[in-house]
């Protein structure tokens, strides 16, 4: 499977912007899908994940409350809507794939990537 991941940009804090991640390839509804970013000098870090079928998705705890990840399989696509953004949102977005596991949030388990999409804050 293939991903493109857009929808960045620029923001002021307490903004919002919708990041999405297409896939091409067959069997998208058999994939989880997450959401990564990492920001200059930073490791990279887990966002969100939407499990296959209807599982519940999760997220990391800086984002909970803010963001929510979606999935419209029809269109082999996911969402990542972000409100009350902050400037430590500030970072290199990217989506990932895997049929490995369901829920996991480390890099390592996720098979293919799409490229960044950068999100900048401005206080």
């Known amino acids: 499977v293939q991903l493109q991941a857009s929808g960045g940009g620029l923001v002021q804090a307490g903004g919002s912007l919708r990041l999405s991640c297409a896939a091409s390839?067959?069997?998208?509804?058999?994939?989880?899908i997450a959401w990564f970013r990492q920001a200059p000098g930073k490791e990279r870090e887990f966002v969100a994940v939407k499990p296959w079928s209807n599982n519940r998705e999760k997220y990391a705890d800086s984002v909970k409350g803010r963001f929510t990840i979606s999935r419209d399989d029809a269109k082999s696509t996911v969402y990542l809507q972000m409100n009350s953004l902050e400037p430590e949102d500030t970072a290199a977005y990217y989506c990932?794939?895997?049929?490995?596991?369901?829920?996991?949030?480390?890099?390592?388990?996720?098979?293919?990537w799409g490229q960044g999409t950068q999100v900048t804050v401005s206080s």
């Open positions: 990932a794939a895997t049929r490995r596991t369901m829920r996991s949030t480390e890099g390592e388990d996720y098979d293919y």
């Open positions: 390839g067959r069997a998208f509804s058999s994939y989880a």
